[in-house]
Protein backbone atom coordinates (compact mmCIF):
# COMPACT_ATOMS: atom_id res chain seq x y z
CA UNK A 1 0.00 0.00 0.00
CA UNK A 2 1.12 3.87 -0.84
CA UNK A 3 0.53 6.59 1.96
CA UNK A 4 -1.28 9.55 0.12
CA UNK A 5 -2.48 12.74 0.75
CA UNK A 6 -5.24 15.48 -0.28
CA UNK A 7 -3.57 17.74 -2.64
CA UNK A 8 -6.64 19.75 -3.07
CA UNK A 9 -9.84 19.66 -5.26
CA UNK A 10 -10.11 20.50 -8.87
CA UNK A 11 -12.57 21.07 -11.80
CA UNK A 12 -12.72 18.55 -14.55
CA UNK A 13 -11.99 21.35 -17.70
CA UNK A 14 -14.91 19.39 -19.93
CA UNK A 15 -17.72 18.18 -17.39
CA UNK A 16 -16.88 20.64 -14.58
CA UNK A 17 -17.31 18.01 -11.99
CA UNK A 18 -15.08 17.72 -8.95
CA UNK A 19 -11.97 15.63 -8.20
CA UNK A 20 -9.76 14.72 -5.33
CA UNK A 21 -6.37 14.96 -5.97
CA UNK A 22 -4.30 12.78 -4.04
CA UNK A 23 -0.45 12.80 -4.12
CA UNK A 24 2.12 10.16 -3.06
CA UNK A 25 4.87 11.50 -0.12
CA UNK A 26 7.53 12.00 -3.20
CA UNK A 27 4.67 13.82 -5.29
CA UNK A 28 5.32 11.59 -8.31
CA UNK A 29 2.24 10.19 -8.92
CA UNK A 30 -1.34 11.58 -8.60
CA UNK A 31 -4.66 9.98 -8.46
CA UNK A 32 -7.46 11.67 -9.38
CA UNK A 33 -11.01 10.71 -8.33
CA UNK A 34 -13.95 12.18 -9.37
CA UNK A 35 -16.56 12.97 -6.45
CA UNK A 36 -19.83 14.91 -6.06
CA UNK A 37 -20.39 18.44 -5.56
CA UNK A 38 -21.43 17.96 -1.47
CA UNK A 39 -18.36 15.48 -0.99
CA UNK A 40 -16.45 18.28 -2.75
CA UNK A 41 -17.37 20.78 -0.14
CA UNK A 42 -17.68 18.19 2.47
CA UNK A 43 -13.35 17.40 1.39
CA UNK A 44 -13.28 21.50 1.29
CA UNK A 45 -14.38 22.37 4.20
CA UNK A 46 -12.22 19.81 6.25
CA UNK A 47 -9.26 21.23 4.26
CA UNK A 48 -9.87 24.57 5.40
CA UNK A 49 -10.36 23.34 9.02
CA UNK A 50 -14.51 24.99 8.87
CA UNK A 51 -16.60 24.41 11.99
CA UNK A 52 -20.48 24.51 10.96
CA UNK A 53 -22.39 25.86 13.08
CA UNK A 54 -23.84 22.67 13.66
CA UNK A 55 -22.41 18.35 12.71
CA UNK A 56 -22.84 18.23 8.79
CA UNK A 57 -22.83 14.00 8.23
CA UNK A 58 -19.14 13.48 8.32
CA UNK A 59 -18.61 15.64 11.27
CA UNK A 60 -21.66 13.45 13.18
CA UNK A 61 -19.64 10.10 12.03
CA UNK A 62 -16.78 11.72 13.46
CA UNK A 63 -18.41 12.70 16.91
CA UNK A 64 -19.99 9.48 17.13
CA UNK A 65 -16.42 7.74 16.64
CA UNK A 66 -15.23 9.94 19.67
CA UNK A 67 -18.21 9.14 21.69
CA UNK A 68 -17.55 5.50 21.67
CA UNK A 69 -14.07 5.91 22.29
CA UNK A 70 -13.14 4.04 18.42
CA UNK A 71 -10.42 5.32 16.38
CA UNK A 72 -10.42 5.63 12.83
CA UNK A 73 -6.99 3.65 12.43
CA UNK A 74 -6.80 4.55 8.66
CA UNK A 75 -8.52 4.57 5.11
CA UNK A 76 -7.78 2.05 2.04
CA UNK A 77 -9.08 2.86 -0.94
CA UNK A 78 -8.45 -0.82 -2.18
CA UNK A 79 -10.06 -1.72 -5.57
CA UNK A 80 -11.05 0.09 -8.71
CA UNK A 81 -13.95 -1.83 -10.61
CA UNK A 82 -15.45 -0.34 -14.47
CA UNK A 83 -14.42 3.35 -13.44
CA UNK A 84 -15.77 2.89 -9.16
CA UNK A 85 -13.19 3.36 -6.84
CA UNK A 86 -13.83 1.40 -3.33
CA UNK A 87 -12.84 2.00 0.01
CA UNK A 88 -13.02 1.03 3.52
CA UNK A 89 -12.51 2.53 6.71
CA UNK A 90 -10.51 0.41 9.07
CA UNK A 91 -12.06 1.30 12.52
CA UNK A 92 -10.82 0.30 16.03
CA UNK A 93 -12.03 -0.18 19.54
CA UNK A 94 -10.41 -1.80 22.31
CA UNK A 95 -8.28 -4.84 20.65
CA UNK A 96 -11.34 -5.21 17.78
CA UNK A 97 -10.87 -3.73 14.51
CA UNK A 98 -13.32 -3.25 11.78
CA UNK A 99 -13.21 -3.07 7.87
CA UNK A 100 -16.33 -0.43 7.13
CA UNK A 101 -17.37 -0.37 3.44
CA UNK A 102 -17.46 3.14 2.08
CA UNK A 103 -16.82 5.73 -0.68
CA UNK A 104 -13.63 6.90 -1.27
CA UNK A 105 -14.96 10.76 -0.49
CA UNK A 106 -16.51 9.98 2.40
CA UNK A 107 -13.78 7.93 3.85
CA UNK A 108 -10.62 10.82 2.67
CA UNK A 109 -13.51 13.72 4.23
CA UNK A 110 -13.58 11.63 7.87
CA UNK A 111 -10.25 10.85 7.27
CA UNK A 112 -9.72 14.83 7.05
CA UNK A 113 -11.43 15.55 9.98
CA UNK A 114 -9.75 12.71 12.62
CA UNK A 115 -6.18 13.51 10.55
CA UNK A 116 -6.06 9.49 9.94
CA UNK A 117 -3.52 8.34 7.37
CA UNK A 118 -5.00 7.77 3.57
CA UNK A 119 -3.49 4.38 2.23
CA UNK A 120 -4.09 2.76 -1.38
CA UNK A 121 -3.06 -0.53 -2.88
CA UNK A 122 -0.44 -0.63 -5.22
CA UNK A 123 -2.50 -1.61 -8.29
CA UNK A 124 -4.70 0.98 -8.25
CA UNK A 125 -2.34 3.50 -7.94
CA UNK A 126 -0.82 1.56 -11.48
CA UNK A 127 -4.35 1.42 -13.03
CA UNK A 128 -5.13 4.67 -12.12
CA UNK A 129 -2.64 7.12 -11.18
CA UNK A 130 -1.14 9.91 -13.42
CA UNK A 131 2.57 11.25 -13.38
CA UNK A 132 3.38 14.22 -11.75
CA UNK A 133 6.85 14.30 -12.50
CA UNK A 134 7.84 13.54 -15.77
CA UNK A 135 11.23 14.05 -15.73
CA UNK A 136 12.14 11.98 -12.77
CA UNK A 137 10.42 9.25 -14.21
CA UNK A 138 12.16 9.33 -17.80
CA UNK A 139 15.56 9.79 -15.72
CA UNK A 140 14.50 7.05 -13.48
CA UNK A 141 13.40 4.32 -16.56
CA UNK A 142 17.10 5.50 -18.72
CA UNK A 143 18.43 4.92 -15.40
CA UNK A 144 16.90 1.49 -15.43
CA UNK A 145 17.74 0.99 -19.38
CA UNK A 146 21.50 1.92 -18.58
CA UNK A 147 22.06 -0.24 -15.99
CA UNK A 148 19.89 -3.17 -18.42
CA UNK A 149 21.87 -2.78 -21.24
CA UNK A 150 25.18 -3.28 -19.14
CA UNK A 151 24.15 -6.08 -17.44
CA UNK A 152 25.90 -9.36 -17.91
CA UNK A 153 24.60 -12.72 -17.67
CA UNK A 154 27.73 -13.99 -15.22
CA UNK A 155 26.09 -10.66 -13.03
CA UNK A 156 22.89 -12.32 -12.36
CA UNK A 157 25.07 -15.64 -11.80
CA UNK A 158 27.51 -14.50 -9.27
CA UNK A 159 24.03 -11.64 -7.33
CA UNK A 160 21.90 -15.23 -7.50
CA UNK A 161 23.85 -18.37 -7.71
CA UNK A 162 23.45 -21.11 -10.85
CA UNK A 163 19.84 -22.50 -9.38
CA UNK A 164 21.81 -25.55 -8.18
CA UNK A 165 20.23 -24.65 -4.29
Keep these: MIEMKVAGIALDAITRSPIVLLKDSSDRRALPIYIGQEQARAIMGAMEHQKPPRPLTHDLMVNILEAWNMTLEKV ?24 IDSRPSDAIAIALRTNTPIWVMEEVVADASIPVDRDADEAEQQAFREFISNLRPQDLIKRFGNGDG
Design 76 to 99: IIHSLQKDTFYAALIVQHGEVKKE
